[in-house]
């Protein structure tokens, strides 16, 4: 069976540290692979504030997760802190892929890498759009 790479970027826009709470372990005693989704959200949320957006508007558009792809480096345990850093990749005309490598902080152990597709989202119209100009501003300040 064919495994899933992930293409790692060399430079991070965002980076922002999680503790492992006991609700992320599962009953092999580490991570969950539910909670790994749950903390790039968590991430992501951060980091488009970052930016000044909200995941519900980014200059009036909202977000919608179109795919994930999650690759397990290592296992990970309630206590510890998780350093998630994130770039953006594969920009297209309606959105992009954001890249999330979650490393342990203190021994820089690689736990996950992983991507999740999103494109721009008009809630009111319930339609896709071209990714607001605002985000790639944003973006190109951080570089």
Not at 44 to 59: A, I, K, M, Q, W
Not at 78 to 87: D, F, K, Q, V
Not at 103 to 113: F, P
């Amino acid at each position: 069976m064919a495994r899933i790479k992930i293409e790692m970027p060399e430079q991070y826009f965002f980076s922002t540290d999680l503790d492992v709470r006991i609700s992320d372990i599962n009953y092999g005693n580490h991570v969950g692979n539910d909670a790994i989704l749950s903390i790039v959200h968590e991430s992501r949320c951060r980091f488009f504030n970052e930016l000044g957006f909200s995941e519900l508007d980014v200059d009036g558009f909202g977000i919608i997760m179109t795919d994930s792809a999650v690759v397990y480096k290592s296992e990970s345990h309630y206590g510890e802190t998780l350093t998630i850093n994130i770039s953006t990749q594969d920009h297209n005309k309606y959105g992009c892929d954001i890249i999330y490598q979650i490393v342990e902080k203190h021994t820089k152990r690689t736990v996950a890498e992983v991507k999740t597709g999103i494109v721009f989202f008009d809630y009111s119209q319930k339609k896709v759009v071209n990714i607001p100009q605002a985000f790639l501003d944003k973006l190109e300040e951080l570089q």
